[in-house]
């Protein structure tokens, strides 16, 4: 199992779940970060006093899969998120020990 | 449906005749008392109060999230504190029977036989009408220094400082301007309070960020405002009830308050676009928060004028409004000094430059009480409003500075270093504006 996590631009995340959706993904988890890359930040100025961004704010997106899934799951996401710009966003891609399912206390394959 | 048709004209003139009835009752108990120009203040009264939770809006988007109920209370508990300090001691000081052109006497101490019947101020509204409508310029001045020492002062000492600061520069100078006192006899215009409201607190703020000194973290940390739609909510509360502010300082509803309205807008807007073109040259974008700074700097600054100048006097009063206190606020990182919500170089300089040029555009033909300006004859006007600013702005700084070093001698005036980072909201009052 693999445990995938996507850094993301805020307006992509709709094609995103769509993607995922349409090959079966059943779940997914979304967080509202911040964070820098190869984006530069920005320039504000408030009443004539400049501050630089350098923070610039993202959505990751987490997504459990079976190892069968995983390229479908990583190529839906780079499709659906990518406009080309620098920006984009990251996919990390990471083992993932076990999974339980609360309700039921099913393991591993089964809980996804 | 003939029943219905005179059901509709009894339900439609019966309230009218008892109103008539009920009017000419009053009439023969105080003759001068008109029910229009006292509707016109109450209205007005009631619009200067909203200023103030209007200014609370203002200025708690402008901090830092863990300060925004710490500076909504600045303003909010103002009302409270100097709406009693007034009743009780402020009024008569103000307004009370004139001693020797520097203070009214005590007699009117707890509002003592200030009552219905008109006073001498405005001679068509109830005395108690005319006292209230000031109540609330008293109560908005202070709050507006609190804009100098946001997200740093001690609650307690702040409550101290306000208390005191009515007593030893709000109520002198007010007396002195509109209440029988010195610079009033010596010709100073101020139509809304340039001079009593903008020049004392605007002053006073800038002596109070030079006491408290600034923030930490100040030009090195990030301080962006934390909330702008709520600074523009705030803004316009402001705007709404400054036409209560000028206008109703005609003290009566007919020409002169509709001139002051008008001004009032004109100036506004003149600002608020000067500020927005300015920026938008000078920073490359035109900022939300500018375009509500530039509206009540040009608010501020019409105040002293409002009821002395035509509209196209106004329109240029705004543009030099937007275009002085921008480059006040531009110029204060430079110098240095924390004035962190910008009391002094809205209020401070839009005050000042609002009342000198009530001595250039002021006219006779506007208002036959004031007095003719540089502009149309009279340079002794200009020179007058200069000094006026001049005095008052030297005595707000130094009864300020000295108030201040009182209090920080006494109470401390600074919340700790560890209070500051952690936030007044929490340090101080015990409570969190935002759970999420």
Redesign the interface.
């Given at each position: 199992m693999k445990m995938i996590s996507a850094v993301i631009k805020h307006f992509r995340l709709d094609e995103v779940r769509k993607a995922l959706t349409e090959i079966g993904v059943q779940g997914m988890t979304v967080i509202e970060v911040k964070g820098f890359g190869r984006q530069k930040g920005h320039l504000?100025?408030?009443?004539?006093?400049?501050?630089e961004v350098q923070f610039l704010p993202k959505v990751k997106i987490e997504v459990a899969v079976t190892e069968d899934k995983l390229e479908d799951v990583v190529n839906a996401i780079q499709e659906a998120a990518r406009t080309g710009e620098i920006g984009d966003g990251k996919i990390f891609i990471y083992n993932l020990q076990d999974v339980v399912r609360i309700r039921t206390g099913e393991r591993g394959r089964e809980a996804i | 449906m003939m029943n219905t048709r005179v059901l509709k004209g009894i339900t439609v003139f019966l309230p009218v005749m008892l109103l008539m009835l009920s009017n000419s009752a009053f009439a023969a108990d105080a003759a001068k008392v008109d029910p229009g120009d006292t509707a016109w203040i109450l209205v007005s009264a009631a619009l200067v109060m909203l200023m103030t939770p209007g200014l609370a809006l203002f200025y708690g988007g402008m901090v830092r999230r863990k300060n925004v109920l710490g500076t909504i209370m600045h303003s909010f508990i103002a009302i409270a504190v100097i709406s009693i300090q007034w009743v009780l001691i402020g009024y008569t000081l103000s307004f009370g029977p004139d001693i020797k052109g520097i203070i009214g006497g005590l007699d009117w101490i707890g509002l003592k036989g200030v009552g219905v019947a008109p006073s001498d101020y405005a001679p068509t509204v109830p005395h108690l009408a005319f006292m209230i409508y000031q109540a609330m310029f008293a109560v908005i001045t202070p709050a507006l220094i609190s804009g100098a020492f946001a997200e740093r002062m001690k609650f307690s000492a702040y409550v101290i400082f306000i208390l005191l600061w009515s007593t030893f520069v709000y109520d002198p100078v007010a007396h002195w301007i509109w209440g029988g006192g010195w610079l009033g006899s010596l010709g100073v215009l101020d139509f809304a309070g340039g001079i009593v409201v903008h020049v004392t607190s605007g002053i006073s703020a800038l002596a109070a960020a030079l006491i408290i000194g600034r923030r930490k973290g100040y030009?090195v940390e990030?301080?962006?405002?934390h909330n702008l739609p709520m600074t523009v909510l705030g803004a316009g509360l402001l705007w709404f009830g400054w036409f209560g502010f000028n206008a109703g300082s005609a003290l009566s509803s007919g020409e002169l308050s509709t001139v002051a309205f008008v001004t009032t807008h004109t100036a506004a807007v003149a600002a608020t676009l000067t500020w927005m073109i300015i920026?938008w040259i000078h920073?490359g974008?035109p900022?939300m928060?500018?375009a509500a700074?530039g509206a009540i700097a040009g608010l501020a600054t019409i105040t002293p004028a409002a009821g002395f100048v035509s509209p196209m006097a106004a329109l240029i009063i705004g543009v030099a409004a937007g275009l002085f206190c921008?480059t006040a606020?531009?110029a204060?990182?430079k110098l240095g000094y924390d004035d962190s919500l910008?009391a002094f170089g809205v209020h401070g300089v839009g005050g000042a430059i609002g009342t000198i040029s009530a001595g250039l555009f002021a006219s006779l033909a506007i208002n036959s009480g004031g007095a003719n300006g540089l502009f149309y004859g009279n340079a002794n006007q200009f020179f007058v409003q200069l000094g006026g600013v001049a005095f008052v702005a030297v005595y707000s700084f130094v009864v300020s500075v000295v108030l201040l070093k009182i209090i920080d001698f006494v109470v401390g005036l600074r919340v700790r270093e560890e209070e500051e980072i952690q936030g007044l909201d929490v340090t101080q009052h015990g409570e969190e504006g935002y759970f999420f």
């Open positions: 504000e100025v408030y009443r004539g006093v400049e501050y | 030009l990030q301080m962006t405002p920026e920073h974008k900022t928060f500018g700074t921008y606020l531009n204060k990182t910008d």
